[in-house]
């Protein structure tokens, strides 16, 4: 197993999870390793030989990025965050693609950004361009477009781990309305 991600309700919850499961894989001959949280009273919890190198001695009053199933996890503000790198590939059908497959987006944070550009692959490949050949003037405009605009949230966008919601009385998730 590479990364495992979990949330609970409660830092005793959290506490308890991680001793139970740890118990229940070391039957099998595993230790669980890299331990991190974005709560103080659960990384004390664990031993510091298995907690992450980062956070063996994590300041909490500085933002930590850790980087989980291809995203980055700001730690302390307990947001996720992305990057997408388009500097250095050529403006060919192999450079677009080159970027394009280079993105890995399992919750679907860059979605706009990774379905724009296949379409505009799709485009160019339409005309029947070779594998090297620089991509005409108007798609290169809008490659450039939003490759820019994908920079800029790469920069300034997060998104938080967490939703919170207003308890109501006898409430469904359905009824459940997000704090602003």
Not at 91 to 120: C, E
Request: glycine share 6%; proline share 4%.
């Amino acid at each position: 197993m590479d990364d495992c991600l979990k949330s609970v309700e409660s830092e005793e919850s959290v506490i308890h999870l991680s001793g139970e499961l740890s118990q229940l894989l070391k039957r099998g001959g595993f230790w669980l390793t890299k331990w991190l949280s974005n709560k103080r009273k659960v990384v004390e919890s664990v031993p510091e030989s298995d907690r992450g190198a980062s956070v063996r001695d994590l300041d909490f009053d500085h933002t930590l990025t850790e980087r989980a199933l291809g995203v980055q996890w700001h730690v302390t503000p307990d947001t996720f965050g992305f990057k997408i790198a388009t500097k250095d590939k050529p403006l060919t059908i192999r450079g677009i693609l080159s970027v394009i497959s280079s993105i890995y987006n399992p919750l679907g944070f860059v979605a706009l950004f990774h379905l724009s550009a296949k379409t505009l692959l799709q485009n160019i490949c339409r005309k029947q361009l070779g594998w090297d050949d620089f991509i005409p003037e108007e798609d290169l405009l809008y490659w450039k477009l939003i490759t820019s605009k994908a920079s800029d949230h790469s920069k300034n966008g997060t998104v938080c781990r967490r939703t919170l919601y207003k308890a109501g009385q006898n409430d469904t998730p359905r009824d459940r309305t997000p704090y602003q």
